[in-house]
Every structure is written in C-alpha cells, then in structure tokens.
C-alpha cells in the first residue's frame, strides 16, 4: 500500500490552529453583535442567565436565530453548543437557521397555542385545533400545545402572550383582530391592602425577636404540612434538614405548576400573592437563606407581571431590614422543570435535566450549595399556620385524615375551580359538596385523582379518602391534588384508554431524554396503546423497567394511567 509520510513538526504546527478553529465555530459580525447588546439591555452577562438572554431576544425577533445565538455565546464565552442546546430544550424556543443568501423566513405575525390537556380535550379543543388554522389564515400560526394551567377555563388557548379562557373561534378571532396578545394584570391584593389587612406583621415578629426560630419550625413539624407541589415531604423537618447544613444557603420555589389538571398555585397567586411572599420570607429567615430564586412557569404571562410589580413595592418599602435577594426566573416550557433538580438546572441557565441522586437538593442544590426548595402553596399557608398555630391547620381533615387540601378540579363537573377542602374528603364528597355535583345527565364514570401521572380510578372507588398514602394501594397517588372528573351519558362516555393515549403523549413530548428507560419507554407505551388491541403483557413489562430504572419521576410515575386502565377498566380493551 502507497503511503505518504507526513512530518511530525507539521502536524504540531497545524494543531494548534485547528483547534482554535474548532472552537471559534461561527463568528458573530459587528452588526449582530450590537443586536444581541441592545435587546439584553441590562441584563447582566451571566451564564446563569442564559435563558433570561434567550427569552429577550425570542420576544423581541419572534425567534432564535443562530447568528443571534452565536453572538450570544461569544458576548457570554461559551461554547456555541453550550447555547444551542439550551435553546433547543425549551418548548417555548424557536430556533431557525438562515437560508443560501444568509436570510432569515419572518416569523408568524401570531402565535396561538390551544391547549391538548385533558381537560380541555374533553371541552372541545380538538374541534379548535383542527379548524383554526383556516380561520385565522396564515399571519397567525395555530399550535397544539401541552396543558397551560388553566383546566377549571376549558378550552383555553394562549394568543401570544394571553390566556383565552373558554374559547371559542369568534373570540379568538376578535382578539386576533385587536392584536389584543398580552395577559391583563389580575386583580389581586396588592401591597398596601396586605399591610392594612396586618401582613408582614409576623414576618416583624420573626424578626425582631418576638418569634423564635425553633418555634417556628416546630409549629411547621406540629401541622404536619407536608410539601404541596407532588412529593409530599414534611416542610417542618425541610427547614431543619437545610437549616443544618454549612452556610451560605440558597432557596429555590417552584412555581412552575406543570402538571396537567393543576392550576391551585395561579389561582392563589392571582389572588394573594404577599401571603406566599410573607411565608417564603419567614422560611428564608428561619432557615438562614440568603438569596431567592423563585421559578414561575412561562405560560402564567400575566402572574409574571404581577410578581414583578409586587416585588419591585417590596423592595421599595421592606417590611423589616435585610431581606434576601429575590430574583425571579421565567420558565420556557418544560414540564420536566417541575422536578426539583430539573428546575435547579433551569435556573442555572442548563438544559432542565433531573440530577442523580445523592447527592440531594438539601445538600448539593443551586449552584452547588445547600438548597431549600418548596412548592408555592406550601409556603403560601405558613403565615397562618403559625399565627393560628399548628393545631388550627392540623385539626382539619375526615376519614382520619389531618390537614387541608386545594384540589384543582376539572373535566365533568358543574363548577370547576379550587376548592380548598379537608383532607381526606372523598371525591364523590368533593363533586357533590364543592362542586356542584354533575352536568345533568352524566353520571361519574372515572376519575384521576392526581393529574396525569396520579393514575385514573373507576367510579366504584369514589369513595376512597383523597391523601397523601392513601391511594398508593390502588396504584395511584394524589400529588399535587389534580382531580379531573371523566363521565358518561345516554350519548358518551370518557373512555379511561383515551384518557391514558391523552396522557401518554403528553409523557412522550415532555421525557428530556436524558434516560433510555423514560425517553425510548414513553414512546413506545404511546404507540402500543393507540391500538384498539393492547398488547398487556408487553405494557406490563415496559411499565416495570420504566418504574425500576428511570431517574426521575416523570418516567417512574408515566406508566400509571396505562397500568390503571388494564387493571380497572378490562372491558374497554375487550373487543
């Protein structure tokens, strides 16, 4: 064989060059580069910003575009693969390549997102979803979008940057038509009427030494708060776990509500949003915290608003001296980032993949640093757990049960919403007493207890008390109290196998693909089951091995709607 013999001092002299040109990748002009400057503004030049970056210029181009990125990853010294797959993560990204002649496709004038949650599924939005796209023409781009918190308003579509509650296609067409595409603020308690209604009263007590650190804490392990986000940790014992570990520490809430069927959190902070920032405030305190990252999911637009403007009279007239930094992240469309590790990554301006574990969050969390991390609506009760003290809280409850629970209700009933009942209450209790009961005609035929991943039960285990453990037995838990109602009529009946291809796919699209068993688990459950005819005993083994070997909950908890239908409802799948 002929070959040519290449001297060595020539190879070592070309390296060099090589590499560096490797690493240079696509360089950004002048032109783009004083682009990105102007639309980041003020944003400082942080790597943990790099999605705060990236929101800027999606809402200022209606895009991504890669020379922007590249100028971003030169402007911040990264890696342009570093910036790339950050904006490629994210749902509510839109990456787009330049074409031959170097020009970029405009984006849509509008963006319309009509939500493919179960709940909205059963209102109507697939009807909405397959004739808007004719009537809106081709300015407005119509997307099929996963559940946007709002399940108690179906069908809802997000214009832009505006929740539509109830929608219909001559609403949506009026709006579209007065380019109406950003969220009004809600109409909630703001500053001043918190301070004269006697807030922060106690976060002053905390303070100047009225209330003790230890008896605040016992007060949280004495009501037996358990986290209310889905994992159901005590809070109490959280406090004293972080409170032990080495100084600084950080604190991270989430407030990204992903789960479809849960809207609990938007509703309190619509509503109230200084009685959650009081008890994020005493937990900070009694914890020794010294910054605060606070993590709200990217399709609550107009809460997003609302935080900023209560935050910013916070700061300007603090309640006591030397409060913790608050910073305020916005999501970009990742259910995984409901995850407490995923939304740790999120805010450190990564890709929202879950960590392994351990090290825990307590320990090794934000920028690796001791972290406590909660829930919105768990913080949001502190105030009045401890100024009515632990039993107050405690002393609700039924069927044995202790505590109080905001159920998020949807799908058949006569008035959806948040009902804030006693936990323990069963759902044939919860319709009937909160809610209004049924539509006339229906009767219950199923329900699920726990949002998308809780599982789905007939309507002969109605009775079973709704709480944290007491549904574990029946392979279904209540999470974060996402209870969507299914029926049937003389006309219909809401097949649990529909409910569980609905979930699947959304478990499909929002895997991060970090692990096999979730990433390729998911995919093939969704496309077992679209089959009249399941293959169980297929589904019984993927369900195990997703069970026994993801690495986080979203690919341990998937398989439960699809394991639930063939253990509870055998008779759709005998045809």
């Known amino acids: 064989m002929n070959t040519t013999a290449i001297a060595l001092e020539n190879v070592s002299a070309e390296l060099p060059r090589r590499k560096r040109a ?8 002048a032109a783009t580069l004083d682009e990105v400057r102007a639309t980041l503004g003020s944003l400082p030049l942080r790597r943990d910003l790099l999605i705060e970056h990236l ?3 999606n809402d200022r181009f209606g895009q991504l575009r890669t020379g922007h990125l590249a100028a971003l990853a030169q402007l911040l010294k990264l890696a342009q693969v570093e910036v790339y797959e950050v904006a490629s993560f994210y749902h509510h990204f839109e990456v787009v390549r330049e074409d031959a002649q170097g020009n970029y496709a405009a984006p849509p004038r509008l963006t319309l997102r009509v939500c493919s949650g179960l709940s909205c599924e059963l209102a109507g939005a697939r009807a909405l979803i397959e004739k808007l796209p004719a009537l809106l023409g081709a300015e407005v781009r119509v997307l099929e979008a996963p559940c946007v918190g709002r399940c108690e308003q179906a069908p809802v579509t997000v214009l832009h940057q505006r929740a539509v509650p109830k929608a219909d296609a001559a609403a949506i067409q009026s709006l579209v038509k007065a380019d109406r595409r950003f969220d009004d603020l809600p109409a909630a308690i703001d500053l001043a009427a918190y301070l004269a209604q006697g807030g922060y009263r106690l976060l002053r007590e905390c303070h100047d030494g009225t209330r003790e650190v230890e008896s605040v804490i016992q007060a949280m392990e004495d009501s037996g708060l358990r986290g209310l986000g889905g994992a159901g940790f005590p809070a109490g014992r959280k406090w004293r776990i972080v409170r032990g570990e080495a100084a600084p520490r950080l604190m991270a809430v989430n ?5 479809p069927g849960t ?3 938007r509703h309190y902070l619509e509503r109230d949003p200084h009685r959650f920032l009081e008890g994020l405030l005493i937990a900070a305190w009694a914890v020794g915290v010294d910054k605060v990252y606070v993590y709200l999911r990217d399709e609550y637009h107009g809460c997003r608003a609302l935080l900023e403007r209560e935050l910013a009279a916070l700061r300007a007239q603090p309640p006591v001296a030397g409060l913790p930094e608050i910073e305020l992240r916005r999501g970009a469309g990742a259910y995984i980032c409901g995850e407490e590790s995923a939304m740790i990554e999120s805010i450190e301006g990564k890709r929202g993949m879950p960590r392994l574990r351990p090290p825990y969050v307590a320990q090794v969390g934000l920028f690796g640093r001791p972290t406590l991390e909660h829930n919105f609506e768990t913080l ?3 105030r009045d757990i401890v100024e009515r003290g632990p039993q107050w809280f405690a002393s609700n409850g039924r069927h044995g049960r202790k505590g109080l629970r905001s159920f998020s209700v949807s799908g058949r009933v006569r008035e959806p919403g948040v009902k804030l009942a006693p936990a323990g209450i069963t759902l044939r209790e919860l319709v009937d007493e909160y809610c209004g009961g049924l539509p006339e005609g229906h009767e219950l035929y199923a329900y699920l207890p726990g949002g998308a991943s ?10 079973i008390p709704l709480d944290f453990d007491t549904l574990q037995p029946h392979g279904c838990f209540i999470g974060s109290a996402a209870v969507m109602v299914l029926s049937k009529s003389a006309t219909h009946v809401d097949r649990a196998m529909d409910a569980a291809r609905n979930l699947m796919r959304f478990f499909e699209d929002e895997s991060c693909g970090q692990c096999t068993p979730c990433r390729a688990g998911t995919a093939k459950t969704r496309a077992l089951i679209e089959s009249e005819q399941w293959d169980t005993a297929l589904l019984a083994e993927l369900s195990q091995v997703m069970r026994d070997a993801s690495i986080c909950g979203l690919g341990q908890a998937a398989p439960n709607p699809v394991d639930c239908v063939v253990r509870y409802f055998p008779h759709e799948l005998e045809r």
Not at 255 to 259: A, C, F, K, P, S
Not at 454 to 463: E, K, N, R, T, V
């Open 380 to 382: 949001y009760w502190v």
């Open 55 to 57: 929101h800027a210029l």
């Open 22 to 29: 490797r690493l240079a990748g696509r360089t950004a002009d």
């Open 255 to 259: 407030i990204d509500e992903g789960e």
């Open 454 to 463: 809780g599982g789905i039960l007939p309507a002969s285990m109605a009775d």
């Open 263 to 265: 809207f609990k959190d």
